[in-house]
């Protein structure tokens, strides 16, 4: 109620300067406009005053307006001479007005100045605004107390006795608010009504969350339980690295290879990874693009020095604005050694375990795609059918393998030698020093030419194979496999078709 008296009075005060100001800017208004017009209204006969230069008629004009309360003084001049003025009149603080001629439209032939009674005007204009706003308040203030009691008693105390019963109940809770008989269908009724069925959507949504609470508790028990005992291996980690979660099997995974679970991710990795960098970079592609993203990886187990091969897969999740990366590891050495066998034994031939032309041609399209010089060297053994013939394939393998094995100690680990097929084999040098090639082709043709030994039915037998080499380099004479290979066998067959046992090299 203090309250209420209070606001209404405030109004009340504020209402009333604004009143009073009001009426009083409409007074002065007010006043301005009646200079005018009195102005306006002398205006004829000043015209007449000025137009005959009648100075006794000029004096009648500023009288009569300064005989007015709200003029203090006034002047009238024709255009050369003042001919009337009264006592205290300046010009400085004067209002002047056009005269027209009284004969000719629109031309001025003097003017009336007029002074405003400024402190009459503004004292008038005061008591005129104090004399409504006392008017205006000994009728609102009792309007206003009267309403300030109706609202105190027909709102504010009844929505005060509904905020207490709303303090004291618990939100969620079977308790509701009480509603007086009287206000049972005026709008505090309605209001309160409306808050004990908020109450009640609130009961049910509570009712709610508790139920999906504890649903999430189980179904988090339930992922968790699945998480840990996944037989796959997985780290749950922040964006930033630090790893939250790691299951059994990601633990015994990183401990035998010597990897603490708890370092920052990737750093824990790259530390054994034999291409750190790859690493990285994948794995920050990986959180930038928020994709999924898999590679595998080869490592060095500190613990046994071994070599360990691991796919990870990297996927990404938000939760609760803030991004995780689920990282899935997988141990692939068996199947690495696996393909790399396959591979091997793909690539090698059976008999010698020299590169087969399958696995030559791998290598020498990758030297020749990163314009690796190199010279090609064909070799055909001259007299090996005979050996066939006579002494049986098996004697021809042993020739195959001692020759392989001869070819092998004269070219090193860098170098390429190829059983390219039957009696065939190609040598590959990188470098295209036509002073080293002649020498390295010289030892070829020594070592092929050197005797083999082989024991047949108890007997010793010298076999003797003899060999004729050509040669081409790269990209000189082509820059393809097959023309290099094509020079090399024309440079060859020109050796054959004449004195065998000899090399030479391609030319135009």
Request: charged content about 20%.
């Amino acid at each position: 109620m203090i309250i209420l008296s209070f606001s209404t009075f405030i109004f009340s005060a504020v209402y009333a300067y604004i009143y009073y100001n009001y009426i009083y800017e409409t007074e002065l208004k007010h006043s301005d406009e009646a200079v005018l017009q009195i102005s306006q209204t002398i205006s004829s006969t000043a015209s007449i005053a000025a137009y005959l230069e009648d100075k006794d008629l000029a004096n009648e004009v500023v009288n009569g307006l300064v005989s007015n309360d709200i003029i203090q003084s006034a002047a009238l001049t024709n255009q050369q001479t003042v001919l009337a003025k009264s006592i205290l009149f300046t010009e400085r603080e004067a209002q002047s007005f056009d005269l027209p001629n009284p004969f000719i439209l629109h031309e001025s032939i003097g003017f009336i100045y007029v002074v405003p009674n400024t402190q009459f005007i503004r004292q008038n204009a005061r008591e005129i605004a104090l004399s409504s706003v006392q008017t205006l308040l000994i009728v609102i203030v009792p309007m206003l107390l009267l309403f300030a009691i109706l609202s105190f008693f027909l709102i504010s105390k009844p929505l005060g006795q509904l905020s207490q019963q709303l303090t004291s109940i618990i939100p969620g809770s079977a308790h509701r608010i009480e509603i007086n008989e009287d206000h049972e269908f005026t709008e505090i009724g309605k209001i309160g009504k409306n808050i004990n069925a908020m109450l009640s959507n609130t009961e049910m949504l509570f009712e709610q969350e508790r139920s999906l609470r504890l649903e999430i508790e189980q179904l988090e028990k339930r992922f968790r339980l699945m998480f840990e005992r996944s037989s796959s291996p997985t780290l749950l980690v922040r964006e930033q690295g630090d790893v939250t979660l790691v299951n059994d099997a990601a633990k015994d995974l990183l401990a035998g290879m010597g990897i603490d679970c708890e370092e920052r991710f990737p750093d824990n990795l790259g530390q054994y990874c034999k291409t750190p960098d790859i690493l990285y970079t994948f794995t920050e592609n990986s959180i930038q693009q928020k994709q999924v993203m898999q590679a595998e990886f080869e490592f060095t187990n500190p613990l046994t020095l071994s070599s360990v091969w691991l796919s990870i897969i990297i996927l990404n999740t938000e939760s609760d604005g803030q991004w995780y990366f689920q990282v899935f590891l997988a141990d692939i050495t068996s199947r690495k050694t696996m393909l790399n066998q396959l591979s091997h034994r793909a690539q090698r031939d059976s008999l010698t375990s020299l590169y087969n032309r399958y696995g030559a041609e791998l290598t020498l399209v990758d030297w020749i795609d990163t314009h690796t010089e190199f010279s090609l060297l064909l070799l055909d053994l001259d007299e090996f059918k005979p050996i066939n013939d006579i002494y049986g394939h098996n004697a021809g393998d042993e020739v195959l393998k001692h020759v392989a094995q001869s070819i092998s100690y004269i070219v090193s680990n860098s170098d390429l030698v190829c059983r390219w097929g039957g009696d065939e084999f190609v040598v590959a040098i990188k470098t295209s020093d036509k002073h080293t090639i002649n020498n390295i082709a010289q030892q070829l043709l020594e070592a092929i030419n050197t005797p083999i030994r082989y024991e047949r039915d108890g007997h010793q037998i010298n076999l003797h194979v003899g060999v004729s080499i050509g040669i081409s380099h790269f990209p000189t004479h082509a820059n393809t496999l097959k023309g290099l290979v094509e020079c090399a066998d024309v440079a060859m067959y020109s050796i054959k078709k004449t004195s065998k046992n000899q090399f030479t090299f391609y030319s135009t």
